[in-house]
């Protein structure tokens, strides 16, 4: 049988995209991104960083569990999945944070991203007499 283009075609994301960004990947629900995401923690994360993570996402998680604004669930939901994706691809290592994320923050989420800041260089403070013995 002779092949025909059809056949040998692949989908392509062609039309779906704006410029050079990738086309969006259909969302998770909350309960299985959740699980993605403590799953990700326990196989790219030390131990410290994991539970560290592990209590921030679940407090994220409980704080927003009766969000009905659909606005504010798709702009969770597809923050927490691009941040999944970034630690399983181990992207995030060394990565600055975008200038128009932190400006788009209110003064409780960079008071928070701050106290962060302070409780990792504690840890690299701490860390570097210790010769990595914990």
Do not use: C
Not at 22 to 35: E, F, H, S, V
């Amino acid at each position: 049988m002779k092949p025909s283009l059809r056949f040998l075609a692949t989908p392509t994301a062609a039309g779906s995209t704006r410029g050079l960004k990738p086309a969006p990947l259909a969302l998770l629900p909350p309960i299985p991104l959740y699980r993605r995401i403590l799953r990700t923690h326990q196989k790219h994360l030390d131990a410290e960083m994991r539970i560290l993570g592990d209590q921030y996402v679940r407090s994220e998680f409980r704080a927003h569990r009766e969000v009905e604004n659909p606005v504010h669930i798709i702009g969770f939901l597809t923050e927490w999945q691009m941040y999944a994706q970034k630690i399983e691809g181990d992207s995030w290592k060394g990565e600055r944070l975008d200038v128009r994320k932190i400006d788009k923050m209110s003064d409780q989420q960079l008071g928070q991203l701050y106290e962060l800041m302070q409780a990792i260089q504690k840890k690299e403070r701490d860390g570097d007499g210790e010769d990595g013995v914990l």
